[in-house]
């Protein structure tokens, strides 16, 4: 049994302790953010960013962050410029951006980045003494923050589906309610051209181009989110390689197999490429390798846009959880072998639009709009999280009297008004609302100008909860 004075038997808990050489010089963590388009992405990281370098500066905005709030801290820096094989998240100018008079939000990122951060901290407990005695007392922890659109997310599903299977599964979305009235060209268009028809490049290029656009449509004007393929509303660096020139096509429960030569043949050949040369190589690539995740979720936009937004976000969810499930059979483990995600949090954001009081609701109603509540129960509630968060809090909570009643609001500035106003937004409900429940909007909420920001890393950036998401993803590697 191992004995070092005063520090008693070692022999069992040094095969659990991190490589103390490691942990001096400097370990490394990858934290992925993701989510939907309008999510808060591209806020998130910069806030976080800005937060992390403030944080020995001003501790109070960071109180949650256990390594901040027990001033183990030592200084947290970004990490300098390196042959990375990713774009670098542009953190500078989203600042400079956000700290201009008057003040705005920076461009969404729509391709994959990264950003390092390097946190020197005291460790606490036993590992802290070791390090006291071997190296002065500090570590070091590598965070390198990785961002890349959830819209990939949707295209796991794929890999298990034929191209007969998926249009099968597509076709009848595009047939009801908001989407049939935005398909219409699109669904002509396939319907003078069957799957049996002789093999045309400027047929499927045309179909192609039709989808596409029919896509990018629904999300940019109707807020609808389950959008697949993903790389066809993100596609990154993607040129527009002629694999991609695919679509969905009418293709009946009795098929299975296309003529040769035929429109469907060559649309089956270009969605197997797909998946094989884009979809698999994402999880391959660089999936496997980010062991905390973050997934950035709008449940209030989606409240906004109305029932079928609102649905459409149900799927997407849905379909993003895929890429979170483990076992033996599924396809995920298929393609990323033993690698599994350590942690993963569901974030509601936009927390700041509604009033304290209200915040819990957004979380169970994320919670109750997919299948979170099964995924908690399968990660023994130790690696899956939900939370409420505003990555940047532009409202303070205030309160109102409507109709004789003292009621909560927030207080901000809409984006181009020239005061701050008080808002009500209406009641977050904590389930799915009943059909017969849409009549009216859930809430009316406006775009807020972001606060007064410092784009030097001394004041940070007011936030709800970022402390917090932070501690939970990564805590565990500063103690």
Do not use: C
Not at 17 to 33: I, K, N, Q
């Amino acid at each position: 049994m191992l004995k070092i004075p005063g520090l008693g038997d070692l022999g069992d808990w040094l095969g659990e302790v991190p490589d103390l050489t490691e942990l001096a010089r400097g370990s490394t963590v990858w934290l992925a953010v993701t989510g939907l388009s309008r999510a808060g992405k591209t806020v998130f990281i910069t806030s976080l960013v800005h937060n992390l370098l403030s944080a020995l500066h001003n501790p109070n905005r960071m109180p949650l962050l256990k390594v901040v709030g027990d001033g183990r801290l030592i200084a947290a820096r970004l990490e300098g410029a390196k042959a990375h094989l990713l774009p670098r998240f542009p953190y500078a100018d989203n600042i400079e951006t956000m700290a201009k008079t008057p003040a705005g939000w920076p461009q969404a990122t729509a391709d994959i980045s990264e950003i390092g951060v390097d946190i020197r901290f005291v460790p606490t407990g036993l590992i802290g003494e070791l390090l006291g005695r071997l190296s002065g007392g500090a570590a070091t922890l590598k965070l390198r923050i990785v961002d890349y659109p959830g819209e990939w997310l949707l295209d796991l599903p794929l890999m298990s589906q034929s191209y007969a299977e998926w249009s099968r599964s597509m076709l009848p979305l595009w047939r009801r309610g908001l989407r049939a009235e935005i398909a219409q060209d699109f669904l002509q268009f396939i319907g003078d051209h069957p799957h049996n028809e002789t093999s045309s490049e400027a047929v499927a290029k045309q179909a192609h181009d039709l989808y596409r656009a029919l896509l990018v449509t629904a999300r940019d004007s109707h807020g609808l989110s389950y959008l697949q393929p993903g790389r066809f509303v993100r596609p990154g660096t993607l040129s527009d390689a002629p694999y991609l020139w695919f679509a969905p096509l009418d293709v009946a429960e009795s098929v299975d197999r296309f003529a040769a030569g035929s429109l469907g043949a060559l649309m089956e050949q270009r969605f197997e490429v797909y998946k094989k040369e884009v979809v698999a190589k994402f999880y391959q690539d660089y999936f496997r390798n980010y062991g905390r995740q973050i997934v950035l979720v709008d449940v209030l936009g989606a409240l906004l846009a109305g029932r079928e937004a609102f649905e459409d976000a149900r799927l997407a969810t849905e379909a993003i959880l895929q890429s979170f499930r483990y076992g033996q059979h599924s396809m995920l483990s298929k393609l990323i072998g033993s690698a599994r995600i350590e942690k993963v949090l569901f974030a509601a954001t936009k927390a700041d639009h509604i009033p304290d009081r209200q915040r819990e609701h957004l979380s169970a109603l994320m919670r109750n709009m997919a299948a979170l509540p099964a995924m908690q129960a399968r990660g023994g509630g130790g690696n899956i999280d939900i939370m409420p968060l505003a990555s940047v809090a532009s409202t303070v909570d205030g309160t109102q009297e409507i109709d004789g009643k003292r009621v909560d609001v927030v207080i901000g500035r809409p984006v181009g008004a020239g005061k701050q106003a008080k808002f009500f937004g209406g009641e977050v409900p904590i389930r799915p609302p009943r059909p017969d429940a849409w009549g009216a909007p859930f809430l009316d909420i406006p775009v807020f100008e972001p606060p007064l920001i410092d784009p030097a890393p001394v004041d940070g950036i007011p936030h709800i909860n970022l402390d917090l998401a932070l501690d939970y993803l990564i805590g565990d590697r500063l103690r």
